[in-house]
Nanobody, 126 residues
Framework: QVQLVESGGGVVQAGDSLRLSCATS????????MAWFRQAPGKERDFVAA????????YYSDSVKGRFTISRDNAKTTMYLQMNSLKTEDTAVYYC???????????????????WGQGTQVTVSS
């Protein structure tokens, strides 16, 4: 069993920064892909960023590119999402997810991930 726990969410003002963490535990996956998704009320779960654990290659949605940075710790047990220049449109529940290595085209689709955290709320006020 793979367990993911998000933390770091909160209420901030537009233009502020916030860092989310995703701690992993339990059984590890072989050469996993990991990602951040977000879901606003009444909307679908959308891709934010992803990282291939092997090699550390990163991928971003156009809406966050240049503002958000995905990273990991040295032990490769925790994933981070540094969010800068936050906008009200970034308000959502943020989830971390993981799966075995996938095709690049599959990284952006939530349905392709088998393991999810519980989510952490990020609220950006104007």
């Amino acid at each position: 069993q793979v367990q993911l726990v998000e933390s770091g969410g909160g209420v901030v003002q537009a233009g502020d920064s916030l860092r989310l963490s995703c701690a992993t535990s339990g059984r590890t996956l072989s050469n996993p892909d990991m990602a951040w998704f977000r879901q606003a009320p009444g909307k679908e779960r959308d891709f934010v960023a992803a990282m291939r654990w092997s090699g550390g290659h990163t991928y971003y949605s156009d809406s966050v590119k240049g503002r958000f940075t995905i990273s990991r710790d040295n032990a490769k047990t925790t994933m981070y999402l540094q969010m800068n220049s936050l906008k009200t449109e970034d308000t959502a529940v943020y989830y971390c997810a993981t799966n075995g290595r996938m095709a690049l085209s599959a990284l952006r689709n939530a349905a392709n991930y088998g393991y999810w955290g519980q989510g952490t709320q990020v609220t950006v006020s104007s």
